[in-house]
């Protein structure tokens, strides 16, 4: 049931499309005017040391070393520009041309994890790689124009959402017994826990105007970060007074970070750590490429309130507004550790690899953020890290003993 159709794997160039050759070249030059400004930024702290002024801006040089550096950055924006210029006339002929083949497994897990890691900035850059939000039925994506008939599917929906650089196709469990029609969410992971919260929110209220039979039920499977935007859409439909919300009967969270991860704390410490010297400090931006969406994990944000008006990037306390799980909807939630069962206690809290035990159980110290999921509710796998809850035989059975009772 949850294992969506895909296209066997083929040569190397079959997986590349006339948008993917526009949005790489928008990407290398990018990314050479940032390893530009990045070698002009350690130059400048180099010859400051040594008493020797900068340009009119922080980490620009200036004199002949300044203007070496501008004409590197002008040319590099002029051959960027002219080329996606023309890959842009090119396209209408090139997609002709190949007639829009089938999208391979590999291409959609490349373009999964480059929107996980960049997917914010694609968005603002117009980068063609940038993956819309799109709800799928049987392999094909849902439009107006292209939903199903009303005897191929019925009023029992189990949506399943992905997490971060993942997409529908990372689904393998074995739910057929419970009788649902699945659909698949895919979208881009790099974006704000809340903005793929809206979208999902007017998608998901599309898809109970446009489905061809009554929904008489809506059950939602999501994996790690998927279990957030879901929390997110159903906050901000409420609000909105959308009718969706009233279709939706369970959730089963698989690996959600509810209170975060602490990777993404790591990697806000090498921020803290490269900006304390002159030297390091223009690397700091590396660890300032990894996006919006990823950074959302800190603590957990579903709400943009958690986010707005802060630099993401700056050190400081949770500070996100508490959030309850959906009133009226019946939750549940399983978590994964990599250490067995009778390991110590400190091993099994360690969680699955990137997800600690307790935020994926909902459990915090303070007592406003707790989310209160039924101790019947709750599943703990063993041996199991974070990847394996998309295709686990366990998941597959707790999830079948929960909703068939």
């Not at 940032?34 to 002024?53: C, D, I, K, N, Y």
Request: with cysteine; proline share 7%; glycine share 10%.
């Amino acid at each position: 049931m949850a294992k969506p159709k895909t296209t066997p794997p083929k040569a190397v160039l079959t997986h590349v499309r006339p948008t993917d050759l526009r949005g790489v070249a928008q990407l290398a030059t990018q990314a050479t005017l940032g390893v530009t400004r990045m070698a002009e930024g350690v130059h400048q702290s180099v010859l400051g040391s040594m008493g020797v002024p900068g340009g009119k801006a922080a980490g620009r040089t200036r004199g002949i070393t300044g203007l070496v550096y501008q004409c590197v950055h002008g040319i590099t924006q002029l051959v960027g520009k002219s080329l996606d210029v023309l890959l842009a006339a090119l396209q209408p002929v090139l997609e002709l041309a190949e007639q829009a083949p089938p999208e391979s497994y590999p291409r959609a897990a490349v373009l999964a994890a480059l929107n996980g890691v960049l997917g914010d900035r694609l968005v603002e850059t117009k980068n063609p790689l940038a993956t819309p939000m799109t709800l799928r039925w049987d392999g094909r994506v849902l439009t107006p124009d292209s939903y199903p008939k009303a005897g191929q599917v019925n009023g029992k929906l189990m949506l399943f959402i992905h997490g971060l650089c993942m997409n529908e196709l990372s689904w393998d469990l074995q739910l057929q017994d419970l009788g649902y029609t699945p659909v698949y969410l895919r979208y881009n992971t790099g974006l704000y826990t809340s903005t793929n919260g809206h979208a999902l929110a007017e998608q998901l209220e599309q898809l109970r105007a446009l489905w061809p039979v009554p929904i008489e039920t809506l059950t939602i499977v999501a994996h790690s970060m998927g279990g957030l935007i879901t929390r997110s859409a159903v906050q901000q439909a409420q609000q909105t007074g959308m009718l969706w919300p009233q279709l939706l009967k369970n959730i089963v969270f698989l690996g959600t970070p509810h209170h975060g991860a602490p990777l993404e704390r790591a990697g806000n410490w090498i921020d803290v750590i490269l900006g304390t010297t002159p030297y390091s400090r223009p690397f700091a931006k590396l660890g300032q490429l990894r996006s919006s969406g990823i950074t959302d994990l800190r603590f957990g944000h579903v709400l943009e309130a958690d986010w707005a008006g802060r630099d993401r990037f700056e050190r400081g306390p949770d500070r996100r507004t508490p959030l309850p799980l959906p009133a009226g909807v019946t939750c549940y939630t399983v978590a994964a550790t990599v250490a067995g069962s009778r390991s110590p206690l400190a091993e099994r809290l360690v969680g699955d690899g990137l997800v600690p035990l307790q935020s994926a159980l909902g459990q915090h110290d303070v007592a406003g953020y707790r989310l209160a999921f039924a101790k019947a509710r709750r599943h703990i796998l063993y041996r199991t890290n974070h990847m394996e809850l998309l295709r686990s035989p366990e998941v597959s059975r707790q999830i079948l003993e929960w909703l068939s009772s």
